[in-house]
């Protein structure tokens, strides 16, 4: 690991305002991601600004209906929260499948929004990689590409987003809120959260520089039944070959997201009119322009059948 500062903050106005001061300065709360890539040196920031004691890790109700999440709330809190587990299924569920019991205790809401690609190729520093090192090329491609994406690719980058819990935030329709060093809040639909992949891969998120996230907001629940399926190569440790993630109603009309599949959560609104349907036209639609290799060709009926078992559960 390279030799860098740190600071500890205790409020979002200094947080940023560290950050606008000091030149290769990033924002640390949980560390659950950062720590590991600065100890591969894949990340290596001059300056770590702490923001873990920020008070930002509350769960509160909104005049709307809905819940504001802290930046700072811990997996764990978040999944086991009465509210969430009653009216935001779905998003319990994601979050206890991903990683381990002992991470979720110090993974936080806007870290796992914001963790980088688990593509085996990024973690490898011998190996080209456009997110890593923009121009240098995309082992993936052409590579062992079994896990990458099959929608929303590009010929720079073909890596999967990993998180769990950002696909059930899209089937939710959540929002990311954010402060500026200028104290210019703003909120970010997590529809438009994610930049696709284009011809800059390493600009993964549309947050500028220096921008904070302090809460994900949920707008008032659907109701329905809510399931989140995650189909691995093991049953724990491992992350998502595809997930899909539905709120069913008693109509046959709902919400679909998948994971594993493209550079963040995907969710196609138009292909969820097909629920009533069946399985069959969803994915479809959900995978309609997909581009696939030799490899990862499988994601494709694996999504339709693992949809359909989901269905016919939310049917009972």
């Known amino acids: 690991m390279k030799s860098f500062t740190y600071e500890r903050v205790d409020s979002a106005a200094a947080a940023t305002a560290a950050f606008a001061r000091t030149s290769g300065a990033r924002f640390l709360a949980g560390g659950t991601n950062l720590l590991d890539l600065m100890k591969l040196e894949i990340e290596a920031p001059q300056h770590l600004i702490d923001v873990s004691r920020v008070a930002l890790d509350k769960i509160e109700a909104t005049p709307e209906g809905g819940l504001r999440i802290g930046a700072m709330v811990r997996n764990t ?79 720079a980058c073909i890596a999967t987003h990993p998180s769990d819990m950002a696909v059930a935030m899209r089937a939710l329709d959540a929002a990311v809120e954010t402060v500026d060093a200028a104290g210019k809040a703003r ?23 220096g921008e904070l996230i302090t809460a994900v907001t949920l707008p008032k629940p659907v109701g329905g039944t809510h399931i989140y ?62 581009k696939t290799t030799h490899e990862n060709a499988y994601k494709l009926p694996l999504v339709e059948r693992t949809l359909a078992g989901v269905l016919a559960q939310a049917k009972g």
């Open 77 to 155: 809190d978040l999944a086991s929260d009465a509210r969430v587990r009653r009216d935001y299924g779905l998003l319990t569920r994601a979050l206890v499948a991903g990683a381990s019991g002992q991470l979720r205790n110090k993974a936080t809401t806007a870290g796992n929004l914001l963790q980088r690609t688990r593509c085996p190729y990024f973690y490898d520093t011998n190996q080209p990689c456009n997110k890593r090192k923009l121009g240098s090329g995309c082992a993936a491609i052409g590579g062992f590409n079994r896990l990458h994406a099959v929608v929303g690719a590009s010929d």
């Open 187 to 209: 909120t970010i639909p997590i529809a438009e959260f994610y930049r696709a992949p284009g011809k800059t891969p390493h600009l993964e998120t549309v947050l500028a520089p």
């Open 229 to 290: 399926h995650k189909v691995r190569d093991r049953a724990s440790y491992a992350f998502a070959l595809i997930s899909v993630g539905v709120i069913v109603q008693r109509d046959g009309t709902g919400r679909v997201a998948l994971g594993g599949v493209g550079y963040k959560p995907w969710r196609v609104e138009a292909a969820e009119a097909a629920l009533p349907r069946g399985a069959k036209p969803v994915a479809d639609g959900l995978l309609a322009g997909a």
